[in-house]
């Protein structure tokens, strides 16, 4: 290595900034801010010549754990519970990666400010980095786990899941739409600043309990990465904020962004850290202790409050309601009682809780037996083919939940649903803020405000509109969700590989038509909605039928 | 004596033998064809760890994705639209599965759908080796340029060497950094598959770091050499007529409209073997031994070796097979040839304007027009690798 100091390097390579003198670059990506004012120093500071060896000895340290573990033998420890979560985990998370990669271009252009250009650059190759090195970890989980499937067809599976769109949420959302609000606040303020801490910090930790020390390994090393993005977007933010005109964008973006992060992360990661580990010490911290330190406090107290007085709005309300809901409504519970509600249109197998979960969960969460343990001892008592249905079509006292259109998780917290028709359809929400996100915020004005450049919604939202009135083997076969003797499923309510034990499409045939509640809901005449509204809202906890809680 | 204190026993997981590993039962998809990826078709018998950690990670409509894309633009497009370049691959026309009510997920039953995804990149990039490679690069820069300055070998060069290298072998960093920045980071955004968007950001970093490459050399050469001034680069770049040419073309590259196809070919197949070869090869390395310089050729020539081992070599891999698209080889050629009959004067009026900084060295490089030949027959090579034809627009 030169002797040259590192900040005289970076000083250095800013005489690289170039000010276009015959052709401006042609534009593609718009955004509604302005930045007029306040030109920010490049945070990162990182120059090529010392990025690439630091890198590459990253990366040795991360090949060389990888070796050991395959002849360490790790996979003789490895908890099935936990690593067939990781077959959801590991076929989402590449996308994303990716995806910020290509999301970084979008901001060279909206952020006239060559200086950050370099951060920028940097975080791009960090991202393809990411991507591929967690291909990489499911390909040496496929070769070396017992059970591959799975893992084997994981970005066919992906892209057809219902799990997998929830999470594509995390990907589309940084490359799409106004280049601010994609790239910036959605990726790098929230995602990267405040909820990587549960993604590659909290749920590797929750791993290696789990006897697979190669997740941390990996994530680990990607997470040292990410404490540059967030310097990246920290200095985009300030930025932004120097111009008066951003603060109703940012206030827009960071209620959406927050929302939308805390819908999708913590579904997911909450449901693998606390329903896909048997590590079950009373004093490990649960997800809700978790998301307390580390986004709460961390992120919310330590990163956010100190940009008030920069005229930074924060959503205080909806970060108050974010830990409401995991703390007084249940909502990890109730995602992860859902998946496993819907086990048969997955593609990973889920454990059941045992009496060694139900006293940890009522340690950690006093109350969730009442709430949640039946369902579970249902979910015990189903696992098997026994001459019944899977659960989702036994009287379990569990009503089959609608999905919320702007996040696509299921209206789980069933007094939080609303209904709007938008865009000429009748749409189901799980909160208000997802019905704003949907109908107010991703428009072409907002607040009487021209807003030309944000994003919309769109796609098939609700998977089951797709396959509404098929027959559930046949679903199953369709998204190929199917192992190589052709009809037993992947997927499997229980961890046990005897044959006997698992369930096939035959088992499925017998079931009734998979039903859309989108197609339902738009059936109905108003006084049935209606109906339909107040009922739903009196359901719950743990998705009863409104009866039953009344 | 001493005495223990007793601690209270800690909290740690306890270790469980799982049995877990590959092969412990027999279960429908335990063997060991159940162990690979198997939502795609090779390129080659066997898949490749490359093909294993890039292939199908941004998702098709057409492939997989039943929902489709969940987010859009503002005017309506999403994902990445096969429209972002004009060039177009077999079976791009075909309409996207329509997908609705009952219709089931419509996945795609004969993959690769289009033509774009059977494109590999040759040097198969991932992670792994793309740190290597830069690093190695990196480190070996960095060991001739301190064995140089503990040789005092920059002490040998000639006064109007030092004035050319500080111009000029300055000047060329601004030309590799905004390559880098606007044309291939900018649309690794813009591929129509994971293949191209991740060869993109590769390039792209190969010209970044190469442009940085160029600078610390830049400070070092300030730190060494008595009176070099490490800013003269900027005034070359900025005013001397010889590069003024060079940079409008480059400049130019970054301004291609909507079409990361032609961003692409302008810049790898017309720019660089015409003005970046011309420049690095045609002159600096060919004029530095000369002039009492052995390292400076050995920093030019990392970046050479980028652009003429590596990113040549994706590039003619990407665009070839475009001119023999069993669908649209004809309209292809058109766009090629249209694209070429653009660039290439582009190209050589900039290399003419370029002309003067063949004299400045007191150890003359081969002439200008030696040089510039050779570079139009290299270029004219590289088009009859693409099956096209040199454009009339080269003898100029």
Redesign the interface.
Known sequence: ??R?SLA??HQ??Q??S?E???????M???TDYTFRKAAKKDPLKQ???SY??M??EK?NRV?GASDGAIRG?M??????RW?EWQKLFLSII??PE?SA??????L??AVPNPEL?NGQ?IQ??DE??????Q??LK?LY????????GF??????F??D?CG?IG??FA??F???DAITAASIYLTIVAETAFTNTLFVAMPAEA????DYLLPTVFHSVQSDESRHISNGYATLLMALSDEDNRQLLERDLRYAWWNNHRVVDAAIGTFIEYGT??R?K??ESYAEMWRRWIYDDYYRAYLLPLEKYGLVIPHDLIEESWNQIWNKGYVHEVAQFFATGWLANYWRIDGMTDEDFEWFEYKYPGWYDKYGKWWENYNRLSRPNGHHPIVAEDVDYVYPHRCWTC?VPCLVREDMVVDKVDGQWRTYCHEACRWTDAEAFR?TYQGRET??????????E?E??????NWA?VVE???FV???GK?L?AQPHLD???KK?WTTDHLRRMGPVA?PN?ILNEMSDSEREAFVADYNRQGPAGRPADSTS | MTSTEERPERSVPKPVFTDAEAGAKEFPDSGPSARRYNYFKPAKRKQTHYEDVTVEVQPDPRHYLSQGWIYGFADGSRGYPLTWTKLKAWGVDEPEPERGPGSGGRHVADWPAHGWHEFRDPNEEWELTMYRYNANVVRQINQNVENARNAKAFDQWTPNWVRFVERNVGAWMHIEHILGLYVFAACNRSGPTNMHNTVMAVNSEHKIRFAQDLALYNLTLTEEIEGFDGTAHLDAWNNDAEWQGVRSVCEALTAVHDDWGESIFATNIVFEPLLGELFRSGLVMQSAAGNGDYVTPTVMGAGEYDFAQRDLRWTVACFAPLTQDREFADHNKELFNGWLAHWVPLAIDAARTMQPLWSQPDAKPPRFEDSLDRVKNRFAGILTDLGLEAPKELNQ
């Not at chain 1, 290696?208 to 006897?211: E, F, I, K, Q």
């Not at chain 1, 509109?465 to 098929?470: E, I, R, V």
């Open positions: 290595m030169s040259q005289k390097a250095k390579i005489e690289l170039w276009p003198q015959y052709h401006e670059p042609y593609k990506y718009g120059v090529l010549r690439f060896p890198q590459e990366d090949y033998n996979f003789r420890q490895v908890q099935e690593l590449p996308l990716i990669a290509r999301s970084m271009p979008m060279f252009q250009h650059a791009m190759i393809v980095r990411h991507s591929t090195i291909q990489n390909r496929m070769n070396n786990y017992i059970d591959p499937a084997n067809n994981t970005l066919r599976n892209h057809s219902y769109t594509r949420q589309e959302g490359i799409t739409g290696a309990a789990n006897g048997k590590d010490r004093d490990r696509m072409p030309p450049n944000m994003g919309k919604l769109v796609g098939h939202r998977w509109t797709l396959y509404h009135g098929w046949d369709d998204m190929g192992r190589d003797d037993t992947t590989l005897d044959p698992m859309s197609v």
